[in-house]
């Protein structure tokens, strides 16, 4: 059997093979640098919606339709980097809330079916109970119906203008009853101010 001899520079390294070590150390080190760097520019994901704040939405991909409302209450906050156009999401303590515009919508009822589909494509989630809706309020008129989980109770509404916008709210929250107060509608409905087509 032969010997090979293998000669090692000062840092340990085999003689020849330091830009290897220098590349394999910034294939390591710059992505990680960038996602710090990234995390730090954008700040914190979440941010804190303070109370009587305006939001607005517009729809997409034409933006033929806007909403601008305001949700009841304190402590709500939104993923604050994931603020979309055409949809937000929110948390108080253990209530979520979905709101979003869509445009030249002809069928409200049609619309709620196609959005509950979404909810129920989940495992453990049904909707039900579809009935008219309308917001003394505001003047909107649509359809909302009940959402029932294993251990969730909800609503989803869908107004509109009749003009082709309408706005879609659903609200989730722990419980068994989708008539309590916590995902009543309203409050939320008769801050919407929905325009365009």
Do not use: C
Not at 1 to 29: D, H, K, P, S, Y
Not at 116 to 135: F, K
Not at 173 to 194: C, R, S
Request: a negative charge; charged letters at 20%.
């Amino acid at each position: 059997m032969g010997e090979v001899t293998i000669r090692l520079n000062r840092f340990g390294l085999e003689r020849g093979r330091m830009w290897q070590a220098v590349l394999a150390a910034v294939a390591i080190a710059l992505p990680l640098a960038v996602w710090l760097g990234l995390e730090r520019a954008l700040g914190d994901s979440v941010q804190t919606i303070g109370d009587g704040d305006t939001l607005y939405l517009q729809s997409s991909p034409v933006a033929a339709a806007s909403l601008e409302y305001e949700l009841p209450g304190k402590g709500w906050t939104s993923p604050g980097v994931h603020f979309a156009d055409q949809r937000q999401n929110f948390t108080r303590d253990h209530l979520t809330a979905s709101v979003e515009v869509d445009s030249g919508v002809d069928s409200l009822e049609r619309l709620l079916e196609r959005r509950a589909s979404q909810i129920v494509g989940q495992p453990g989630y049904a909707y039900n109970n579809l009935r008219a809706y309308t917001d003394t309020a505001t003047g909107l008129t649509g359809f909302r119906a009940d959402v029932i989980g294993i251990d969730t109770a909800g609503s989803i509404t869908v107004v509109g203008n009749d003009k082709g916008a309408a706005a879609i709210l659903v609200l989730l929250a722990p419980g068994a009853d989708p008539n309590a107060a916590t995902v009543d509608p309203a409050p939320f409905i008769a801050t919407f101010k929905l325009e365009g087509e």
